[in-house]
């Protein structure tokens, strides 16, 4: 696949699962990588390629043969042609542009500096000022406490009722916005109780099909002449916040 002295373009993509290939971005490489943990956060589909996946498929050999496939289809007809498109000096234009957008939207973000100042502020900063809320007077803990005996006592009464979506046809594409309305009973509940949760699953229609990455999506519940939100395989969940004050 060379031709020359021309590099191949394996010498500078990274061909994996997560962890290491998050130094791809600093090091001028592009990601070819299964949506999961971080590339599943930053993927955006310029800054490298997502590897489809057949999570649903139980036969453990037919799923190594649609994600074999798959794997061999996107490098054959997306990334060796994209670094294989020279201009008149022999430079791959398209990959480089892509390499810059990488080094631009990913550069910042796989830094030490900005994971340990996001566990700060969004996980050790808040738990801190939790266990002080609730811990000072047991006040706190107190009504906690009789927020999850009130939820789990209320919770046979939840359940979907109806699920409305629109946005995508019989043949959903990748990338595609579906919009999803749930009518949910909360019973005795409200909507401030509960978070909900939409999962979308995918399953091949043929053998021949690939099984491409769903995503999910959560939301607080809305009031409206009925509660509505989103759904989930499991249904709406309690939402662990605040406990409501009398």
Not at 27 to 43: I, K, Q, T
Not at 179 to 205: H, N, Y
Request: with cysteine; net charge neutral.
């Amino acid at each position: 696949m060379t031709s020359g002295n021309a590099p191949t373009f394996a010498s500078i993509m990274f061909l994996t699962g997560v962890g290491i290939p998050i130094l791809a971005a600093l090091n001028g490489g592009l990601n070819l990588s299964v949506l999961d943990g971080w590339w599943d956060e930053w993927y955006d589909g310029e800054n490298g390629w997502a590897i489809p996946t057949a999570d649903g498929v139980e036969d453990v050999d037919r799923r190594d043969d649609l994600e074999a496939a798959a794997l061999y289809d996107l490098i054959e007809n997306e990334v060796a042609p994209r670094f294989y498109d020279v201009d008149a000096s022999g430079v791959p234009t398209r990959w480089l542009e892509m390499v810059r957008h990488t080094l631009k939207s990913l550069g910042p973000k796989v830094l030490a500096t900005r994971m340990v100042r996001d566990y700060v502020r969004q996980l050790y900063a808040p738990a801190a000022a939790t266990a002080r809320a609730l811990n000072s007077d047991y006040a706190g803990a107190v009504d906690l406490a009789a927020w999850k005996k009130r939820v789990l006592e209320a919770w046979p009464g939840v359940r979907v009722e109806h699920v409305e979506s629109s946005g995508v046809g019989d043949s959903p594409e990748v990338g595609a916005l579906m919009s999803t309305r749930a009518f949910v009973a909360l019973g005795s509940l409200s909507p401030e109780d509960v978070e909900v949760q939409l999962v979308q699953s995918c399953s091949p229609p043929t053998p021949s099909s690939v099984w491409w990455p769903c995503r999910r999506a959560s939301r607080r519940a809305r009031a409206a002449p009925r509660p509505s939100g989103a759904r989930s395989r499991s249904g709406p969940r309690p939402r662990p916040g605040r406990p409501r004050r009398a």
